[in-house]
């Protein structure tokens, strides 16, 4: 291997294309490879934790967790603060929007419609106000998380809001996140960070 590998399923969505966004603003030259749902069972078990991003870089072992990989590419090139206790905020926020996908994932997997409809109700009534509201708090007044300046974090809530605001979660409307303004505004301006459209216009 002579160029960072990237591996996540063939979708520009959730904590992979979170990462790959951060390799293309790092400038990074990677390997994206993109696995097929059937691909999927037999290499589960090679990654490190079961589940994907995996990066690899040269000379290193596999890393997996996004927000370690996100972390890790926001440190080297610039997109993480350099402020320890600055980092940490980030870092926790970034768990923060973990923390929602976390409740939001197991509904994907119910089979029973009334019984998807009823936990994803509760989602909307009891989880997402407080969430968005706490998360709201923890964001600035400029453009992004903090500041004039793209950061890892920013790319985690925007995809995050971008599945939300999406419309394709049953149960879930996108007014559930589109009255929080802060957050509407942090996803919308990575969306028209220039070098975020150059990244979709490519295909
Ligand atoms: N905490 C992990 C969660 C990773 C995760 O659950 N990834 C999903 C895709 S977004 C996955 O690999 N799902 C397939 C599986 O768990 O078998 C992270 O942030 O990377």
Request: glycine content about 6%; charged content about 25%; aromatic content about 6%.
């Amino acid at each position: 291997m002579t160029k960072p590998k990237l591996t996540y399923f063939d979708a520009p969505t959730s904590r992979g294309e979170e990462c790959r966004l951060a390799l293309h603003l790092a400038g990074i030259d990677f390997d994206d490879v993109r696995v097929k749902r059937e691909e999927w069972p037999a290499l589960k078990p090679t990654t490190p934790f079961g589940s994907m991003p995996v990066l690899e870089l040269p000379g290193r072992p596999p890393l997996g967790q996004s927000n370690a990989i996100l972390t890790l590419i926001g440190r080297q090139h610039g997109l993480h603060p350099r402020d320890d206790f600055e980092a940490a905020r980030h870092e926790a926020m970034m768990c923060h929007v973990e923390d929602l996908r976390s409740v939001i994932a197991p509904t994907m997997w119910i089979a029973d419609e009334a019984e998807k409809k009823k936990a994803r109700e509760a989602i909307v009534t009891s989880k997402i106000p407080l969430w968005a509201e706490r998360a709201s708090a923890q964001i600035g007044n400029e453009l992004f998380f903090s500041g004039s300046k793209i950061h890892v974090v920013d790319l985690k809530i925007h995809m995050l809001m971008k599945w939300l605001l999406g419309g394709k979660l049953d149960h879930i409307p996108t007014t559930s996140v589109s009255v929080f303004p802060k957050l509407v505004r942090v996803h919308d301006a990575v969306r028209d960070d220039a070098r975020i459209r150059a990244w979709y216009a490519k295909g």
